[in-house]
């Protein structure tokens, strides 16, 4: 089957550090994404991993484990405006490289 | 400037009157898709297009239709809108269904009521 977890929903404080995991048990992996979606909005693209390893673009870090089926998004100096939800998301060669979606993690990041 | 277009945004229909929520993307994408968002369930794909005629079922297709005469068009039909489709849609495009980096655009999302 097809599967994407990550956690419902996690709270932070401005100026910290947070760790968002994700693990995955697809049929294919073509590439791992992240991306953010705001309250009412659509989601916009944060990161893409397809080999293992760190990604660090600037204070958002995606790291991927593909032996593990694991991925996590790393948010650093947390500001108000990263409130939102993150969604993880993997592409699978099957189905005209599908992308499958998570439900998301919504992150509340108070003062 | 890049973008994906959908229209309606809002729209409270009644049941079984037929619906199309039209998309739009002016960046020459070969791949276009349409999900719905539900709380719980994350986005879910309901029909893909690797190119003009091209049309495929993704994962929840019941109750819809989609058409790709153009390149940049890819409408969503609902013949006989339930109160179950009642859902938050999204249009989105990529440049082409192959290659593995290419980053999903998303339309502002439509929201659809039906009662």
């Known amino acids: 089957g097809q599967n994407i977890d990550q956690p419902t929903e996690m709270t932070a404080t401005e100026g910290a550090i947070v760790q968002i995991n994700c693990t995955y048990q697809t049929s294919g992996f073509n590439g791992l994404f992240w991306y953010q979606q705001h309250a009412g909005e659509a989601p916009t693209f944060l990161s893409y991993?397809?080999?293992?390893g760190l990604e660090e673009k600037g204070r958002f870090s995606s790291f991927l484990s593909r032996s593990k089926g694991y991925s996590y998004l790393l948010l650093k100096e947390l500001q108000k405006k990263d409130t939102a939800s993150y969604l993880c998301a993997v592409r699978d060669p099957a189905g005209g490289f599908k992308t499958i979606f998570g439900a998301g993690t919504r992150l509340f990041v108070k003062a | 400037e890049a973008q994906v277009t959908q229209n309606p945004r809002y729209l409270i229909t009644v049941t079984g009157k037929k619906l199309t929520v039209t998309c739009s993307q002016n960046m020459n994408h070969e791949y276009m898709s349409w999900y719905r968002q539900d709380p719980g369930l994350g986005l879910r794909q309901i029909y893909y297009?690797?190119?003009?005629?091209?049309?495929d079922k993704g994962d929840v297709p019941e109750g819809y239709k989609v058409s790709r005469k153009e390149k940049r068009n890819f409408p969503l039909i609902l013949e006989s809108p339930s109160p179950n489709q009642t859902s938050l849609y999204f249009c989105?495009?990529?440049?082409?269904?192959?290659?593995?980096?290419?980053?999903?655009?998303f339309g502002e999302g439509s929201w659809l009521t039906v009662v």
């Open positions: 297009s690797m190119n003009v005629e091209v049309t």
């Open positions: 991993n397809v080999l293992d």
């Open positions: 989105a495009s990529r440049k082409d269904g192959r290659s593995s980096g290419n980053t999903i655009y």
